[in-house]
């Protein structure tokens, strides 16, 4: 097998990791790696360039830049780093923190971009002061995937986002993300989160996971829980995640009256979470606007009935209605309230129909042989 030479660049990576860019990056790294392709990763927050070493013995080399902000990240990452991958046969960056590196680019470099959650599709589920932001950022974000040599699309729905900055078809690959299967598992019981809630064994739980802000809609499925409380004192809903809503969230399950049904566990650690996911009854994300979310696959792996909205979903096959979960509209909390009961009814038929569509399509594996057939296809092409 040819040994390819890869620079990956995002802003996110373990253990300074925020959201599923640091994720999708780390296993492509190690999948990479473990094939025998040099790897490097420009990542930022860490304080020095270090060796990562797994157990497994692959190796790759981390460098660091000292800002988070796209486009100073990405003049950073070039200024600083442009000699040391000047002879790679391919960059591989992330939304657009890789920009700089398609300006005065190497004729002998492909690169690369992957497109998670275009700026078009977010600026449609945000207020006027994010829309007054996007647009310069629209203007880079278009310039930098058809200055690229291709574009990897998460999902079907990024996919068609793309379109509309004129980007070829042939240009276009869609590849979608995966869940760790042997991370994520049904299997993993130790009755962890009901010990940290003090719930009995019979209490039924609907998960969350993901920050608390606007575009994730997390009131809604509050709203929802209020609804279900009335059918079943024993259904518990817990979030995972914070950010600016909590508060204002926290305040209205005590207006409701539910505080003691809703329970918020704020940032969990990683190796928390698939203890969580494998205790609960179902999972819910009625997201306003996502490209593919890593915890809609993480719950699947780990045996929960899915419900989403179809955005969340990115038109992707992760929910097969009524088989393991159900699609549900926005902004319509008795319409969620209904779907989740019916989840909750056949839980573990369901669950295990979403642990067999994690293995047929979304598992890192595929990811990684889909991605390391473009990087041939764009090496190839000379």
Not at 34 to 44: A, Y
Not at 120 to 127: A, H
Not at 198 to 226: D, W, Y
Not at 304 to 328: F, H, Q, R, S
Request: with cysteine; glycine share 4%; net charge positive.
């Amino acid at each position: 097998m040819e040994t390819l030479s890869i620079c990956l660049v995002c802003a996110d990576f373990p253990p300074n990791q925020i959201g599923g860019q640091g994720i999708y990056t780390y296993e492509l790294a190690m999948g990479l790696a473990r094939k025998g392709h040099d790897v490097k990763v420009i990542t930022s927050l860490l304080k020095e360039s270090v060796e990562v070493k797994h157990i497994t013995k692959e190796q790759f080399e981390v460098y660091s830049v000292s800002s988070r902000n796209p486009l100073y990240f990405s003049f950073l990452a070039k200024k600083n780093f442009n000699n040391i991958i000047k002879k790679d046969d391919i960059i591989h960056g992330n939304d657009i923190y890789y920009s700089s590196f398609c300006l005065r680019r190497s004729k002998n470099v492909k690169i690369i971009g992957t497109a998670h959650n275009t700026y078009l599709q977010r600026m449609q589920s945000y207020k006027s002061l994010r829309k007054i932001i996007y647009p310069p950022l629209i203007a880079i974000e278009k310039r930098t995937y058809l200055s690229s040599d291709r574009v990897i699309a998460v999902s079907n729905r990024t996919r068609d986002a793309l379109f509309r900055y004129n980007l070829p078809e042939s240009k276009i690959s869609v590849v979608y993300n995966g869940a760790n299967i042997e991370k994520f598992n049904p299997k993993i019981k130790d009755n962890f989160l009901r010990r940290k809630l003090n719930l009995s064994e019979h209490s039924q739980i609907v998960l969350f996971v993901g920050r608390l802000v606007t575009r994730k809609n997390p009131h809604v499925l509050l709203m929802a829980c209020k609804e279900l409380i009335k059918l079943s004192s024993d259904i518990h809903c817990v979030f995972v995640g914070k950010d600016n809503l909590e508060t204002k969230l926290r305040k209205l399950a005590s207006t409701y009256k539910i505080s003691k049904n809703v329970h918020f566990l704020g940032f969990v650690p990683d190796e928390d979470l698939p203890k969580i996911y494998s205790e609960s009854n179902v999972f819910v994300l009625p997201s306003l606007g996502e490209g593919l979310p890593l915890t809609l696959l993480e719950a699947a792996a780990s045996g929960l009935p899915l419900i989403a909205t179809k955005d969340a979903t990115g038109d992707t096959p992760i929910i097969m209605e009524n088989k393991n979960g159900y699609i549900v509209r926005p902004y319509d909390a008795n319409d969620l309230a209904w779907k989740i009961w019916l989840a909750l009814r056949k839980h573990e038929k369901m669950g295990k129909s979403s642990r067999r569509i994690v293995m047929r399509f979304f598992t890192w594996e595929k990811c990684l042989e889909n991605v390391i057939q473009i990087y041939k296809s764009c090496v190839n092409q000379g």
